[in-house]
């Protein structure tokens, strides 16, 4: 079902844009262009220091810079005519190249970013050039999908858009059966919650040395007065396709097959475990989600008896269910996600999670591979930093910043859906049904940090009380009218309302210590 340009488009079109999280030659308009370059337009590369203006990880500017570099030079070394530009913002680079080329007919393929599509149609309207928008064939799945989806339904859910859209597909199908989920079940999350045993053997994730161009950039950072978050010492992503096809590779072939069962754990000594590392890849266009989506399922096929249906199933669902969900659930809500704060959470960040600089053992560890590596996964994305953010109540808007400029991977249509409505429930639920909070407990049941901690997971009173716990039951207390009426969080209410009142307040005493040692940096 991967998508194509029509060469008919291409070829009316004096220029193609190319924007620096459209990496492809796979699909678009240049993977049309690339088919005849004697006849193909002129390509526009806007290196916008506009994408960069809100801050990010040291290792995404070199990421996203250096793989636009390092693009433009394969696509004129193919015989493309390309014009690089770097400029503050788009409307300039458009500008400079209209002048050094009148543009007559600009092509792009759709932004990721709704207010970048506005944007740019305003700067056709003023200048007067033809603006052809095409679909992002980046995505997996296309708007009209997602508004057959979408119409009305009162909530949306990643549920129901996975299994149709997967159904849709034919992917993890019973044979000869249109509507029968692979093993019978559509959702396998519940055997994606293994602990890692002790003594597991974790391959590596790939780490490239920096090509030529990233060593520049690096260089290039270095010298910048900016001062950006994280370090770029240890830089090791992927800038170029040769290297994301390879980290690709070895994650089908080494790391896939383990990927379901311990999807949800956390480990001091494997810190990327056996997931992908292929978000920052592919968010830059350097992979399709079709061709991750299509390699994986193939090995599967290669591979039934070792790679357990829990893992293909888990990996597919990450990628076509919630990555495609969350971009069009971007689409939807981002401007109301700009100022949403339902639960009236006021409190600012604390220093540590710039820091790392806490006795909380999990989120000292990763926020400290946050500024070695510009990486977390899943888990300590939502359950430890968005958990403790959420319970300790935190604005969503400041979390929504601190994320963005703090991964390699973030692009602010896949940090806003994650962070304000998924993490930071401060929509009330247009695409979650409940908050993902919990306490010390799960913690420490999913990992070992525990275990090197100076706090207590069991313990949510006294000095040794872990925050998580005694924020967890403050957190309940705060919101007790609002979640006693959500049938999945009705349960922890009630607990809550069951213990004894003296029990009860000296939690909440406890909560009023733990907040303003976070608040003195002291925790
Ligand atoms: C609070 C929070 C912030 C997040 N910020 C980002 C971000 O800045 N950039 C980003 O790409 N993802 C983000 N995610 C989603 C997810 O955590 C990352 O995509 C994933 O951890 C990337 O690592 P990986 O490539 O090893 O993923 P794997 O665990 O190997 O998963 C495979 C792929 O599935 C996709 N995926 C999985 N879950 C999600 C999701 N919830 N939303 C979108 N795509 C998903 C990603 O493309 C990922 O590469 C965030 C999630 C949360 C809860
Ligand atoms: S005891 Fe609490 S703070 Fe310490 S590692 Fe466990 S969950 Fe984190």
């Given amino acids: 079902m ?74 004129r070394a193919r015989g493309l005519n390309v014009q690089a530009l770097r400029t503050a913002t788009y409307e300039e680079g458009l500008t400079a190249a209209h002048a050094q080329a009148p543009i007559t007919h600009l092509l792009a393929m ?4 709704p207010q970048l599509t506005a944007r740019m149609q305003t700067w056709a309207e003023q200048t007067g050039v033809q603006l052809n928008i095409v ?17 009305g339904r009162k909530e949306l859910r990643m549920e129901f858009w996975y299994r149709r859209v997967r159904k849709a597909r034919g992917w993890l199908m019973e044979p000869g059966a249109a509507d029968e989920p692979l093993g019978g079940v559509w959702n396998l999350d519940q055997e994606n919650r293994r602990r890692l045993p002790k003594g597991a053997v974790v391959p590596s994730a790939p780490h490239f040395l920096p090509t030529e161009t990233a060593q520049e950039v690096i260089n290039e950072v270095r010298a910048e007065s900016a001062a950006h978050f994280g370090e770029v010492d240890s830089f090791g992503w992927p800038t170029n396709r040769g290297q994301a096809l390879e980290a690709l590779e070895r994650f089908c072939t080494e790391r896939l097959a383990d990927f379901g069962p311990y999807e949800d754990a956390m480990s001091r000594e494997h810190e990327h475990l056996y997931h992908s590392l292929l978000s920052s890849a592919m968010n830059l266009g350097l992979l399709t989600a079709h061709e991750i989506s299509i390699r994986a399922l193939d090995e599967f096929a290669r591979r039934p008896t070792e790679i357990p249906l829990q893992s293909i199933e888990g990996f597919i669902r990450q990628i076509l269910g919630w990555r495609e969900f969350m971009h069009h659930a971007y689409d ?60 300790i109540g935190v604005r969503p808007q400041e979390v929504d910043a601190w994320f963005l400029e703090t991964f390699v991977d973030a692009h602010p249509w896949v940090v806003t859906p994650n962070v304000v409505a998924m993490s930071q429930f401060a929509d009330l639920g247009k695409i979650t049904s409940k908050p993902y909070i919990s306490g010390g407990a799960y913690v420490s049941r999913m990992g070992d940090d525990c275990s090197a901690c100076a706090y207590d997971p069991t313990l949510s009173t006294g000095d040794r009380a872990c925050p998580f716990t005694t924020l967890y039951w403050d957190f309940i207390d705060r919101h007790a009218e609002r979640f006693v009426k959500n049938p999945r969080m009705a349960r922890q209410v009630r607990s809550w309302e069951s213990r004894k009142e003296t029990v009860r307040t000296a939690i909440l005493e406890e909560a009023k210590l733990i907040r303003a040692r976070a608040q003195r940096g002291e925790l």
């Fill in 135 to 151: 679909p992002n064939e980046l995505w997996l799945t296309t708007r009209d999908e997602w508004e057959e989806f979408a119409s």
């Fill in 110 to 113: 759709e932004p990721a970013a």
């Fill in 332 to 391: 939807r809500f981002w401007k109301e996600w700009e100022t949403s704060n339902g639960l009236n959470h006021t409190e600012p960040l604390p220093s540590f999670y710039w820091s790392g600089e806490t006795k909380m053992a999990c989120i000292s560890r990763v926020v400290r591979k946050l500024i070695s590596g510009g990486h977390a996964h899943h888990i300590e994305r939502l359950m430890l930093l968005g958990n403790f953010a959420l319970l």
């Fill in 2 to 75: 991967q998508r194509c340009v029509p060469v008919g488009q291409v070829s009316v079109a004096s220029h193609v844009l190319v924007l620096p999280d459209q990496l492809t030659d796979q699909v678009g308009p240049i993977h049309a262009a690339l088919l005849d370059v004697s006849s193909a337009p002129g390509v526009i590369f806007i290196e916008s220091l506009d994408a960069q203006t809100a801050p990010r990880h040291v290792q995404a500017l070199v990421a996203q810079r250096s793989a636009g570099r390092e693009f433009v030079a394969e696509l």
